[in-house]
């Protein structure tokens, strides 16, 4: 997987955890929905997000490679 799938990946869970836990514990857990949202929308604008330097480190690939042997 690379770092767009994988901050994808991250983002949607953290949007259905948020929401769980904000119908079920607390109303403030959609705060940090919301800036998941937030994030998410300045990120299609600037292509960098907090997750994404995160992930890199990590040592996540960039792109998709091709790979070998398909035509």
């Given at each position: 997987?690379?770092?767009?799938?994988y901050?994808?990946?991250?983002a949607?869970?953290?949007?259905?955890a948020?929401?769980?836990?904000?119908?079920?514990?607390?109303?403030?857990w959609?705060?940090?929905t919301?800036?998941?949202a937030?994030n998410?929308?300045?990120s299609?604008?600037t292509?960098?997000?907090?997750?994404?330097?995160?992930?890199?480190?990590?040592?996540?690939?960039?792109?998709?490679?091709?790979?070998?042997?398909?035509?």
């Amino acid at each position: 997987m690379t770092v767009e799938r994988y901050l994808r990946l991250i983002a949607g869970c953290f949007v259905l955890a948020t929401l769980l836990l904000g119908y079920f514990h607390s109303p403030y857990w959609f705060l940090f929905t919301g800036f998941v949202a937030i994030n998410l929308i300045q990120s299609a604008f600037t292509n960098w997000c907090p997750m994404m330097t995160f992930l890199r480190k990590l040592g996540v690939r960039e792109d998709e490679e091709p790979l070998s042997g398909r035509a």
